[in-house]
């Protein structure tokens, strides 16, 4: 996957007067089933998230409440997207670097993922990660 090919999806918006819905299922709004579901908030000013990258996780990221952007690096270019409606998401696939950045006051980042946790599937090291690339990309 290139960086070039990461775009915002939108998902499902039920509106409503008595507040709006969103919606995701698994192999219809997201092309993955759905293994495992956290969240990140309470995040203080100025930290950042992430960092590393995913041998074979894929993750849908959704700004539940506030914002916050996610840079993304595929060893060749880099872009950086910025999530603030929770009806929209962004589909993180596999072996891109990530990093979240500029949280606003209350932003909740949801993250629905293709897989159990592995710490073993974490590419931590930014150096480890260019060889990585450089060896799937031929
Ligand atoms: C990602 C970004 C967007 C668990 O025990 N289970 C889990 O499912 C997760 C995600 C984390 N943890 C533990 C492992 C660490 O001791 O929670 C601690 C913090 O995790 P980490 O430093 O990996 O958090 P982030 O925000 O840097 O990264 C997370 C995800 O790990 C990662 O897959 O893409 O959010």
Redesign the pocket.
């Known amino acids: 996957m290139k960086v070039s090919d990461a775009k915002i999806i939108d998902l499902p918006k039920i509106c409503d007067p008595r507040g709006n819905l969103t919606v995701v299922e698994e192999l219809k709004d997201i092309p993955f089933k759905i293994a ?1 579901c ?1 969240w ?1 908030y309470d995040v203080p000013g100025g930290e950042s ?4 990258a ?1 041998k074979k ?1 894929k ?1 849908l ?1 959704i700004a539940l409440s506030g914002s916050f952007t996610v840079t993304l690096d595929d060893g060749t270019e880099k872009k950086t997207i910025l999530l603030n409606h929770p009806y929209q998401g962004l589909i ?1 696939e596999t072996n891109i670097w ?1 990093t ?1 950045d500029d949280f606003s006051s209350g932003a909740v ?1 949801m ?1 629905l ?1 293709s897989d ?2 592995d ?1 073993d599937d ?1 590419i931590y090291d930014y150096n480890e990660f260019i060889e990585y690339r450089k060896h799937l990309d031929g």
């Open positions: 495992r956290y990140i998230r992430g960092g590393h995913h996780l993750q990221l993180l990530r979240l980042c993250v993922a159990i946790y710490p974490y």
